[in-house]
């Protein structure tokens, strides 16, 4: 079996180009092969399991069978190389290109605005080809199913689907629905003026989809298909064979020879577990051209389905068999058919089979719980012979084991048909509703006595609760010969709880939810077969309400922007919707991040080493092992370091590699360099750390406000007389809200590549860095040499957050050490849980507060205390701190207002910055607080706001006048537009109607400090060059990571110098071009440095003043030429030097902002009670937003701002899900305030990346107030605790539901949890 012998060849296309591979590693994934291989770096990393999309390819093949060709999509970074002979790919770049032609695909998304950073950019352009493939008019729904596997950080997927919304049939139409004012029904929609009201873009201007322009199957494949004859194939690498037998037979021998040898055939489980578990397989079997594994065949009874069969295939199949049957035949099928859809994502559901699904035994499986209630049968083989075996609980016998011998495989899978009388349904619930492993599975079948509502037989299989799947068979056991009514349910509850009692600590966590939720499954059961029965005319008690699931279906929505002041001449681009200037380039994949840099001679990879321990000594540092491996050069430890070994900040040193102690799990140790990326890791993998575990780590705020650990300073800031004031108020109330933390989840993980120069100690450092001049004076200082040898280069961020301020500094310092003893190259490029582990996050926040207010809602004073989890490091906390106690006040004019600050010293990774920078959690808190007031006093939440707002000329906490005009100018409008009091008393109505589903409205304000409270960051800076062929090169300060910075600048030059924005380049940021810049961050990188450029292009207008004059009948170009030949230079800094603020903490006075951005918000949800599932169903956004310089780019900030923010509050920091098309409010309007002008930015714009995340909380609070409708129901009113992230589980309990209510709580203190609440 070794490679290069004749039937080990590997054949396939890539974007019509033939590929032919003798010498093939099999641990080699189709990602890896083409970025490092092909240097095809359109398909992007982004997570390498299979869980964001980036990665998104085409596979198309030809069956012979059908004579047909079949197109899927699929996810590179899991598809083995191995896999793909005879298949032909389809990558970005073979789409479409800038050079040559754009793809309507790649056109629609860029042009409307549905590319930012553009890192998931590919990935989507790939779902959507696909699927246009093989369906050139889709449904909206297609369109959101194919996108449900791709994550996007950067926008809020509205202007993604309102792009690819043009392939729709349905597009045509206004989009109303049908509805009285719909086109179809000959309505003009809109009226006259909304007609001339400016659009984010036309969809008139897009290329029509021609599918005869598309690359055709390769003919050598469908001949090679046709004619190759049978012969196995089989690839030998460094630790991996593959072997793809041609037939049963053989299959069944090599499977006989090798019993421990893994069947692939998705590589969904495999490849996971060989990548981030280091699981090792000798010898992987790919069954692939078995066509025995892929039969299906009907019988009287049932059907019989291939376990080779992909999970997307199987359901087509089941789909149009269904059609065709009695639908009483079809209960079994149908409920598989609508798990089959919701598994993972359509990438992972094409290549995934169904084998290997069932032999994966997950114990929180979405199939196997409905095939063993639905009695279905394996049909397994061996060469000893084939027998049937049911699916139920004796199948699965531990966490991913069956009771498969290892010689044994699975051949097929028998579906039985249901009878008359027969029910089956299934249910989950799962961290996200699309593209997430659930929390809890159920199958459930019930058969009954012909014409009766008499039990004959009962299955119920739950997943979730233990390691396997369990039959719930004592339940049944009571259900089973008795009537189907309430009564039995009552007693099947009973013994259910005994039955699935999970211990308070038991793995996983949410243990009281898990029990809840077998519960309310249960009950759907109960009652949707009710409903069957009633409707059967089996029974004629009329139950309860028929349980609909939440809103999915997507309605069109608004985004009102000011029209550019009449007479603007139409060259000047400020203030219009343009493009972001990359958008094309990132759509077809040419865009160049970090790790898309060409390899260059001799360059290695690092991998890092990190801690396993939170606190300990280090007694051990055993490097030999990983040096003995193949590739493996040098292991980097702190005593290579030549300059500096720590870095510091606020006074605190950490540092960069441990020498001699942890302080948390992911501190890095040591870094393993190599000749490869796999070389690397498997070297990082072998290096052995001992350690002697130090006494009491503290993990919780609690733990460290009682040991008092802190980082120094703490702040405070008051006004008035807050401990006096408590006495003369009518009520008092104490309450307090826990935020969990957020990771930052850019979709491309922190990145650096060092290349020394090789002459004087010079290095070019690439890196994916928000600051840029940090890094380099970290490199300078780590190797001992000046600042003026590193140059450091960024040309764009796939998503930065904050989370690439200050953490690229001491990675790229590693790296840099790294490349400075090898005297080679070093390219460091995170693995997403790397990622994750090492570089920290949002900090999670415990806010407490006491207020005291009037019976009529006046709040007359408040003390709050803000503790944050800064993690073991102090990095930017205290200043997140000070800018919590800053924002303490949001909208509200509290006379008497006392808030301290404490950064909480941990044994956890350190955290950073994140969009926002406390002011999320603070807002949270502060808006808790008033919620709580108005539930104390019954009163309506959003009268308590207003009461307590800002008036007019204003003054805050620490004596900044401002005035507050446009803060209610939002707020009245943000009330008119959704019709706030219509759909409250709408909201109200649907709750008295409704049992289960609740639904909840809030309205938000926000007020947001612009530019940083550190005046010496509030620089901006700007070099312009006109070459003498009149074309523009500006660099400045600012880094591109999505924000449209780039696209914005180019707009000031164009308008500056009179010239298209054609003429002007952006091309990079480098230190080398402008020195000592400041962080790209606090929203105030475009202002800072478009004020920069601004200035350096009013210079060379002046400059050439005299040519224009000279010349007056001369061009742009002409002048251009000619200032070289008269000497004139036209080169410029500009120079801005933005406010001086400040602030004095000692008298807890100063001007930390420059002015203010105002927004509110109004969001409204349904809530599922029983499993704690919620849908935004409307969300408006009013911004103040001042003269947007660009309104595309604008509220594509404040959209992706949005959902980052209630991801934030609705989403877990455990297997931490960002949200998804799925998560996309129904209706998603913004609105930018019109009229306002802000004299203090450029050109009257204002700073807008970051205020209206904290507008996402208004998703939290209208799902609290849909819990206080639910909680209502059981008689429960009043103030009550629900903590950020409001997650399914913690809504579900808030409920507090009936059936939530049987489940018993263990006492805090009795357990150990399975997680700390940190
Ligand atoms: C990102 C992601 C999201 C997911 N989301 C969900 C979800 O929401 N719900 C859910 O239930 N699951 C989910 N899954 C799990 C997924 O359904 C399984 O990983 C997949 O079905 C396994 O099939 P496969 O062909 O890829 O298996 P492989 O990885 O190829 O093989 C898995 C195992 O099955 C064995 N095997 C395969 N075929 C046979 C056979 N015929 N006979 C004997 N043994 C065989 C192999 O030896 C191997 O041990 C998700 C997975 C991923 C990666
Ligand atoms: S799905 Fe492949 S990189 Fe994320
Ligand atoms: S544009 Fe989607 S991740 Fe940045």
Same mark, same amino acid.
């Given at each position: 079996?070794?490679?290069?012998?004749?039937?080990?060849?590997?054949?396939?296309?890539?974007?019509?180009?033939?590929?032919?591979?003798?010498?093939?590693?099999?641990?080699?994934?189709?990602? @890896?092969?083409? +970025?490092?291989?092909?240097?095809?770096?359109?398909?992007?990393?982004?997570?390498?399991?299979?869980?964001?999309?980036?990665?998104?390819? /085409?596979?198309?093949?030809?069956?012979?069978?059908?004579?047909?060709?079949?197109?899927?999509?699929?996810?590179?970074?899991?598809?083995? &190389?191995?896999?793909?002979?005879?298949?032909?790919?389809?990558?970005?770049?073979?789409?479409?290109?800038?050079?040559?032609?754009?793809?309507?695909?790649?056109?629609?998304?860029?042009?409307?605005?549905?590319?930012?950073?553009?890192?998931?950019?590919?990935?989507?352009?790939?779902?959507?080809?696909?699927?246009?493939?093989?369906?050139?008019?889709?449904?909206?729904?297609?369109?959101?199913?194919?996108?449900?596997?791709?994550?996007?950080?950067?926008?809020?997927?509205?202007?993604?689907?309102?792009?690819?919304?043009?392939?729709?049939?349905?597009?045509?139409?206004?989009?109303?629905?049908?509805?009285?004012?719909?086109?179809?029904?000959?309505?003009?929609?809109?009226?006259?003026?909304?007609?001339?009201?400016?659009?984010?873009?036309?969809?008139?201007?897009?290329?029509?989809?021609?599918?005869?322009?598309?690359?055709?199957?390769?003919?050598?494949?469908?001949?090679?298909?046709?004619?190759?004859?049978?012969?196995?194939?089989?690839?030998?690498?460094?630790?991996?064979?593959?072997?793809?037998?041609?037939?049963?037979?053989?299959?069944?021998?090599?499977?006989?020879?090798?019993?421990?040898?893994?069947?692939?055939?998705?590589?969904?489980?495999?490849?996971?577990?060989?990548?981030?578990?280091?699981?090792?397989?000798?010898?992987?079997?790919?069954?692939?051209?078995?066509?025995?594994?892929?039969?299906?065949?009907?019988?009287?009874?049932?059907?019989?389905?291939?376990?080779?069969?992909?999970?997307?295939?199987?359901?087509?199949?089941?789909?149009?068999?269904?059609?065709?049957?009695?639908?009483?035949?079809?209960?079994?099928?149908? !409920?598989?058919?609508?798990?089959?859809?919701?598994?993972?994502?359509?990438?992972?559901?094409?290549?995934?089979?169904?084998?290997?699904?069932? /032999?994966?035994?997950?114990?929180?499986?979405?199939?196997?719980?409905?095939?063993?209630?639905?009695?279905?049968?394996?049909?397994?083989?061996?060469?000893?012979?084939?027998?049937?075996?049911?699916?139920?609980?004796?199948?699965?016998?531990?966490?991913?084991?069956?009771?498969?011998?290892?010689?044994?495989?699975? &051949?097929?899978?028998?579906?039985?048909?249901?009878?008359?009388?027969?029910? !089956?349904?299934?249910? +989950?619930?799962?961290?996200?509703?699309?593209?997430?492993?659930?929390?809890?599975?159920?199958?459930?079948?019930?058969?009954?006595?012909?014409?009766?509502?008499?039990?004959?037989?009962?299955?119920?299989?739950?997943?979730?609760?233990?390691?396997?799947?369990?039959?719930?068979?004592?339940?049944?056991?009571?259900?089973?010969?008795?009537?189907?009514?309430?009564?039995?349910?009552?007693?099947?509850?009973?013994?259910?709880?005994?039955?699935?009692?999970?211990?308070?600590?038991?793995?996983?966590?949410?243990?009281?939810?898990?029990?809840?939720?077998?519960?309310?499954?249960?009950?759907?059961?109960?009652?949707?077969?009710?409903?069957?029965?009633?409707?059967?005319?089996?029974?004629?008690?009329?139950?309860?309400?028929?349980?609909?699931?939440?809103?999915?279906?997507?309605?069109?929505?608004?985004?009102?922007?000011?029209?550019?002041?009449?007479?603007?001449?139409?060259?000047?681009?400020?203030?219009?919707?343009?493009?972001?200037?990359?958008?094309?380039?990132?759509?077809?994949?040419?865009?160049?991040?970090?790790?898309?840099?060409?390899?260059?001679?001799?360059?290695?990879?690092?991998?890092?080493?990190?801690?396993?321990?939170?606190?300990?000594?280090?007694?051990?540092?055993?490097?030999?092992?990983?040096?003995?491996?193949?590739?493996?050069?040098?292991?980097?430890?702190?005593?290579?370091?030549?300059?500096?070994?720590?870095?510091?900040?606020?006074?605190?040193?950490?540092?960069?590699?441990?020498?001699?102690?942890?302080?948390?799990?992911?501190?890095?140790?040591?870094?393993?360099?190599?000749?490869?990326?796999?070389?690397?890791?498997?070297?990082?993998?072998?290096? %052995?750390?001992?350690?002697?575990?130090?006494?009491?780590?503290?993990?919780?705020?609690?733990?460290?406000?009682?040991?008092?650990?802190?980082?120094?300073?703490?702040?405070?800031?008051?006004?008035?007389?807050?401990?006096?004031?408590?006495?003369?108020?009518?009520?008092?109330?104490?309450?307090?809200?826990?935020?969990?933390?957020?990771?930052? $989840?850019? /979709?491309?993980?922190?990145?650096?590549?060092?290349?020394?120069?090789?002459?004087?100690?010079?290095?070019?450092? =690439?890196?994916?860095?928000?600051?840029?001049?940090?890094?380099?004076?970290?490199?300078?200082?780590?190797?001992?040499?000046?600042?003026?040898?590193?140059?450091?280069?960024?040309?764009?961020?796939?998503?930065?957050?904050?989370?690439?301020?200050?953490?690229?500094?001491?990675?790229?310092?590693?790296?840099?050490?790294?490349?400075?003893?090898?005297? +080679?190259?070093?390219?460091?490029?995170?693995?997403?849980?790397?990622?994750?582990?090492?570089?920290?996050?949002?900090?999670?926040?415990?806010?407490?507060?006491?207020?005291?207010?009037?019976?009529?809602?006046?709040?007359?004073?408040?003390?709050?205390?803000?503790?944050?989890?800064?993690?073991?490091?102090?990095?930017?906390?205290?200043?997140?701190?000070?800018?919590?106690?800053?924002?303490?006040?949001?909208?509200?004019?509290?006379?008497?207002?006392?808030?301290?600050?404490?950064?909480?010293?941990?044994?956890?990774?350190?955290?950073?910055? $994140?969009?926002?920078?406390?002011?999320?959690?603070?807002?949270?808190?502060?808006?808790?607080?008033?919620?709580?007031?108005?539930?104390?006093?019954?009163?309506?939440?959003?009268?308590?706001?207003?009461?307590?707002?800002?008036?007019?000329?204003?003054?805050?906490?620490?004596?900044?006048?401002?005035?507050?005009?446009?803060?209610?100018?939002?707020?009245?409008?943000?009330? &008119?537009?959704?019709? =706030?009091?219509?759909?409250?008393?709408? !909201?109200?109505?649907?709750?008295?109607?409704?049992?289960? +589903?609740?639904?909840?409205?809030?309205?938000?304000?926000?007020? =947001?400090?612009?530019?940083?409270?550190?005046?010496?960051?509030?620089?901006? %800076?700007?070099?312009?060059?006109? =070459?003498?062929?009149?074309?523009?090169?500006?660099?400045?300060?600012?880094?591109?990571?999505?924000?449209?910075?780039?696209?914005?600048?180019?707009?000031?030059?164009?308008?500056?110098?009179?010239?298209?924005? @054609?003429?002007?380049?952006?091309?990079?940021? @480098?230190?080398?071009?402008?020195?000592?810049?400041?962080?790209?961050?606090?929203?105030?990188?475009?202002?800072?440095?478009?004020?920069?450029?601004?200035?350096?292009?009013?210079?060379?207008?002046?400059?050439?003043?005299?040519?224009?004059?000279?010349?007056?009948?001369?061009?742009?170009?002409?002048?251009?030429?000619?200032?070289?030949?008269?000497?004139?230079?036209?080169?410029?800094?500009?120079?801005?030097?933005?406010?001086?603020?400040?602030?004095?903490?000692?008298?807890?006075?100063?001007?930390?902002?420059?002015?203010?951005?105002?927004?509110?918000?109004?969001?409204?949800?349904?809530?599922?009670?029983?499993?704690?599932?919620?849908?935004?169903?409307?969300?408006?956004?009013?911004?103040?937003?001042?003269?947007?310089?660009?309104?595309?780019?604008?509220?594509?900030?404040?959209?992706?701002?949005? /959902?980052?923010?209630?991801?934030?509050?609705?989403?877990?920091?455990?297997?931490?899900?960002?949200?998804?098309?799925?998560?996309?409010?129904?209706?998603?309007?913004?609105?930018?305030?019109?009229?306002?002008?802000?004299?203090?930015?450029?050109?009257?714009?204002?700073?807008?990346?970051?205020?209206?995340?904290?507008?996402?909380?208004?998703?939290?609070?209208?799902?609290?107030?849909?819990?206080?409708?639910?909680?209502?129901?059981?008689?429960?009113?009043?103030?009550?605790?629900?903590?950020?992230?409001?997650?399914?589980?913690?809504?579900?309990?808030?409920?507090?539901?009936?059936?939530?209510?049987?489940?018993?709580?263990?006492?805090?203190?009795?357990?150990?949890?399975?997680?700390?609440?940190?």
């Amino acid at each position: 079996m070794s490679a290069g012998m004749p039937g080990n060849t590997l054949c396939f296309f890539i974007n019509g180009k033939k590929v032919t591979e003798h010498h093939v590693d099999p641990e080699t994934m189709l990602l @890896s092969y083409l +970025r490092e291989r092909l240097a095809l770096t359109g398909t992007k990393y982004g997570c390498g399991g299979g869980g964001c999309g980036a990665c998104t390819v /085409m596979v198309s093949r030809y069956r012979p069978e059908t004579k047909s060709i079949f197109h899927h999509s699929a996810n590179a970074c899991l598809l083995p &190389l191995c896999q793909l002979h005879g298949a032909a790919i389809t990558t970005v770049e073979g789409i479409g290109s800038t050079k040559t032609r754009i793809h309507p695909v790649q056109e629609r998304i860029a042009k409307a605005h549905g590319s930012q950073c553009g890192f998931c950019t590919p990935g989507m352009v790939m779902s959507i080809y696909t699927l246009l493939r093989n369906k050139p008019q889709p449904s909206m729904d297609d369109i959101t199913q194919a996108l449900a596997g791709n994550l996007c950080r950067c926008t809020g997927y509205r202007p993604i689907l309102d792009g690819f919304k043009t392939f729709c049939e349905e597009s045509r139409c206004c989009q109303t629905n049908g509805d009285a004012n719909c086109c179809l029904n000959g309505v003009k929609n809109g009226t006259e003026t909304d007609a001339v009201k400016p659009q984010l873009f036309n969809k008139d201007e897009f290329l029509p989809l021609d599918p005869t322009q598309e690359l055709i199957f390769p003919p050598e494949l469908i001949l090679m298909a046709e004619s190759e004859p049978a012969r196995t194939l089989s690839f030998v690498g460094e630790g991996t064979s593959w072997v793809c037998p041609s037939s049963l037979e053989e299959l069944l021998g090599l499977k006989a020879r090798n019993p421990d040898a893994p069947l692939v055939i998705g590589n969904t489980n495999v490849g996971p577990n060989m990548k981030f578990k280091g699981v090792r397989h000798p010898l992987i079997i790919s069954p692939t051209r078995v066509t025995e594994l892929f039969q299906f065949s009907q019988t009287p009874n049932g059907v019989w389905v291939g376990a080779g069969c992909s999970l997307s295939e199987l359901r087509s199949d089941l789909e149009k068999l269904y059609l065709q049957l009695p639908e009483e035949k079809t209960e079994v099928l149908r !409920v598989l058919c609508q798990q089959l859809g919701i598994v993972g994502s359509q990438q992972i559901r094409n290549v995934a089979s169904l084998g290997g699904h069932i /032999m994966s035994a997950f114990p929180n499986s979405d199939l196997n719980t409905v095939l063993a209630a639905g009695n279905c049968l394996l049909s397994v083989v061996s060469e000893g012979g084939r027998r049937e075996i049911p699916i139920n609980q004796d199948f699965f016998v531990g966490l991913g084991k069956t009771a498969l011998k290892p010689e044994e495989i699975i &051949l097929s899978l028998f579906i039985p048909f249901s009878r008359k009388g027969e029910f !089956v349904r299934a249910f +989950r619930q799962a961290p996200r509703k699309e593209s997430a492993f659930p929390t809890l599975t159920a199958g459930m079948r019930v058969f009954f006595c012909e014409g009766s509502r008499l039990v004959q037989d009962v299955s119920v299989y739950y997943g979730g609760i233990g390691p396997t799947i369990v039959s719930a068979g004592r339940t049944c056991g009571v259900i089973v010969n008795r009537r189907w009514d309430e009564e039995t349910l009552n007693r099947a509850y009973d013994v259910l709880l005994e039955e699935a009692d999970l211990p308070p600590s038991a793995p996983g966590g949410k243990v009281e939810f898990r029990r809840s939720l077998t519960l309310s499954f249960l009950f759907k059961f109960h009652l949707e077969v009710m409903h069957k029965l009633r409707e059967m005319n089996v029974i004629q008690d009329e139950p309860q309400e028929e349980l609909q699931p939440l809103p999915k279906n997507i309605q069109p929505s608004l985004q009102e922007f000011e029209a550019v002041p009449k007479g603007q001449s139409q060259q000047d681009p400020v203030g219009r919707p343009i493009m972001h200037r990359s958008a094309l380039s990132q759509a077809t994949g040419e865009a160049v991040y970090c790790d898309d840099l060409p390899h260059t001679q001799g360059e290695l990879f690092m991998s890092l080493v990190t801690s396993s321990r939170a606190y300990a000594k280090i007694t051990g540092l055993d490097v030999s092992a990983a040096m003995q491996l193949p590739g493996v050069v040098d292991v980097i430890t702190a005593k290579d370091i030549p300059g500096k070994k720590v870095r510091t900040l606020m006074g605190y040193d950490e540092e960069l590699l441990a020498e001699d102690k942890v302080l948390c799990i992911g501190q890095m140790i040591c870094a393993v360099v190599a000749d490869s990326r796999s070389h690397a890791k498997r070297g990082a993998a072998a290096v %052995k750390i001992s350690y002697e575990d130090l006494p009491d780590p503290i993990f919780t705020m609690e733990e460290a406000i009682e040991k008092s650990s802190y980082f120094e300073p703490r702040r405070v800031i008051e006004q008035g007389d807050v401990s006096s004031a408590f006495a003369s108020v009518d009520r008092v109330y104490e309450g307090e809200i826990r935020l969990g933390g957020q990771e930052h $989840f850019y /979709m491309e993980t922190q990145s650096m590549l060092v290349v020394p120069v090789g002459e004087e100690k010079e290095f070019n450092v =690439y890196v994916s860095s928000q600051w840029l001049s940090y890094t380099q004076a970290a490199v300078a200082e780590t190797l001992g040499i000046p600042s003026n040898r590193i140059n450091c280069i960024v040309k764009r961020l796939g998503g930065g957050f904050g989370g690439k301020v200050t953490k690229p500094a001491i990675l790229a310092s590693i790296t840099a050490v790294a490349a400075w003893k090898t005297n +080679r190259p070093v390219r460091c490029i995170l693995e997403r849980g790397d990622d994750m582990l090492i570089t920290g996050g949002r900090h999670p926040t415990l806010g407490k507060y006491k207020v005291g207010f009037m019976n009529d809602g006046r709040i007359v004073a408040v003390d709050f205390q803000f503790f944050i989890n800064a993690g073991c490091t102090v990095d930017e906390s205290v200043v997140v701190i000070e800018k919590m106690v800053l924002h303490m006040d949001n909208i509200y004019n509290i006379p008497n207002l006392r808030g301290r600050g404490s950064a909480c010293k941990t044994n956890l990774p350190s955290n950073t910055s $994140f969009r926002g920078f406390g002011v999320p959690q603070c807002l949270l808190i502060v808006e808790n607080m008033l919620t709580d007031v108005a539930a104390v006093l019954g009163h309506p939440a959003h009268q308590v706001r207003e009461i307590n707002m800002y008036k007019g000329p204003s003054v805050t906490h620490y004596k900044l006048t401002f005035s507050a005009e446009n803060l209610h100018r939002c707020w009245d409008e943000c009330k &008119l537009r959704c019709e =706030y009091e219509t759909r409250r008393r709408a !909201v109200e109505e649907f709750n008295q109607q409704h049992r289960w +589903r609740k639904r909840g409205i809030a309205i938000i304000p926000v007020k =947001y400090g612009m530019a940083f409270a550190e005046g010496f960051c509030n620089e901006g %800076k700007a070099l312009v060059h006109i =070459y003498k062929d009149g074309s523009v090169l500006v660099s400045h300060a600012g880094t591109e990571m999505g924000q449209g910075i780039h696209t914005k600048i180019q707009q000031v030059a164009s308008r500056e110098l009179q010239v298209p924005s @054609s003429k002007i380049y952006i091309s990079e940021t @480098s230190t080398s071009s402008v020195a000592n810049t400041c962080p790209t961050a606090a929203s105030f990188g475009s202002e800072a440095n478009g004020m920069a450029v601004k200035i350096a292009c009013e210079i060379l207008y002046k400059k050439m003043e005299p040519l224009r004059k000279k010349y007056p009948k001369g061009s742009w170009e002409s002048w251009a030429n000619a200032a070289f030949y008269e000497k004139i230079s036209l080169s410029a800094m500009g120079h801005y030097r933005g406010p001086d603020t400040h602030m004095d903490w000692e008298k807890m006075e100063g001007m930390p902002y420059s002015y203010f951005t105002f927004g509110a918000c109004c969001s409204e949800v349904e809530l599922d009670c029983l499993t704690g599932d919620s849908r935004t169903v409307r969300t408006d956004l009013v911004g103040d937003i001042g003269r947007s310089m660009n309104p595309s780019v604008d509220i594509g900030q404040i959209e992706g701002a949005f /959902m980052q923010g209630m991801g934030l509050y609705t989403r877990g920091p455990s297997q931490y899900k960002i949200p998804a098309v799925c998560d996309v409010p129904l209706q998603f309007n913004i609105y930018q305030l019109q009229d306002s002008d802000n004299p203090h930015a450029i050109y009257s714009s204002k700073g807008l990346g970051e205020p209206f995340l904290s507008l996402g909380s208004s998703v939290f609070f209208a799902i609290k107030d849909a819990v206080a409708a639910a909680r209502s129901e059981s008689g429960l009113v009043g103030p009550f605790v629900l903590n950020s992230p409001a997650t399914p589980d913690k809504i579900c309990l808030a409920c507090s539901c009936p059936l939530t209510q049987k489940v018993p709580t263990a006492q805090p203190g009795s357990f150990k949890p399975w997680a700390l609440n940190i």
